[in-house]
């Protein structure tokens, strides 16, 4: 985001300069008041006190579009202790399920509250910038961790640039021992939809770096940062996906696309793909990139 340039076209073209807030206060203001669309992370605390005995304060907490709880920490510029706080913030919520789980239920409902992914906490970092240090030592810690750039522009532009993207250790970890070893990938079901599944992560993961994959009983999320696709079981004789892409900026086929906005479905996104086949898979594909570069 520093190279990024943004100018006012109106009366002539005029840089805007890109700037740091004022204060910490300032940022985590903006992104607790709109954390949803901003992360894709439902509000639940700020300023959440650890207790006596850790003497701390998480910025904010949150519960991701996958139920994963979400520890958020923010800094105004750089400062390569935002993230080992972070992941001690992290390691205490571990240690205190019951009282965030307090807190879903208050704010959420019993059933969201029972549905908490433990097995895949995140932290996400938003900060004025990240030294190369950072970037590595995210890489290779076995949490889930995010590193978001910050850029205000003007008076009321903000800029967010995902620097890094972690996924857990566990997840990582077993698809590349798996590899190393020549063993096939884990499949849960069998037969062709089963590897058109797999054909399909195998696309979904290779879109960029950072792409992390969290599973969940009803459905597969793909997230860098936020879902931008969800693969859900196969059928008897389709694989549904849902997409981050907007419906309207599709031309919609029937039975391969459709419009799912306000409708019931698992996974998040407003945009239905049907696969069918491997061809279906290579139709899907600039779908694919869209949702996730929407993302």
């Known amino acids: 985001m520093p190279d990024l340039k943004l100018y006012n076209t109106k009366g002539g073209v005029t840089e805007v300069a890109p700037r740091l807030a004022d204060a910490e206060a300032d940022v985590q203001s903006i992104v607790e008041g709109n954390m949803e669309e901003l992360l894709g992370v439902r509000f639940l605390a700020s300023e959440y006190s650890t207790g006596p005995v ?35 913030y992290l390691g205490w919520l571990m240690d205190h399920r019951a009282e965030f789980q307090h807190l ?28 190369r240090y950072d970037v590595h030592a995210v890489r290779e810690h076995r949490r889930s961790i995010d590193l978001v750039r910050y850029r205000l522009f003007g008076t009321d532009l903000l800029g967010l640039e995902t620097v890094a993207s972690v996924a857990g250790r566990t997840q990582a970890a077993e698809r590349v021992r798996r590899r190393a070893a020549g063993l096939p990938p884990v499949r849960s079901h069998s037969g062709a939809l089963a590897e058109l599944a797999e054909a399909v992560d195998e696309v979904l993961l290779g879109l960029g770096d950072g792409v992390s994959r969290v599973q969940r009983k009803q459905y597969r999320a793909y997230q860098r940062l936020r879902n931008f696709a969800c693969v859900c079981p196969p059928q008897k004789t389709k694989l549904l996906v ?6 309207t900026d599709v031309d919609l086929v029937p039975g391969f696309t459709r419009d799912v906005a306000g409708l019931g479905h698992h996974g998040t996104g407003d945009l239905e793909v049907q696969l ?10 600039d779908l694919f990139r869209a949702s996730y570069a929407a993302g």
């Open 54 to 88: 850790h003497s701390g304060r998480i910025d904010s907490l949150g519960l991701d579009e996958n139920g994963a709880p979400v520890v958020v920490e923010y800094k105004r510029g750089v400062d390569s202790g935002v993230i080992n706080q972070g992941l001690f």
């Open 104 to 131: 879903v239920r208050d704010r959420f409902g019993a059933t969201t509250a029972a549905q908490v992914l433990w097995r895949a906490p995140r932290l996400i970092c938003v900060a004025g910038d990240f030294t």
């Open 242 to 247: 849902y997409l981050k892409a907007d419906p």
């Open 276 to 285: 069918r086949s491997e061809r279906d898979v290579e139709r899907a594909a």
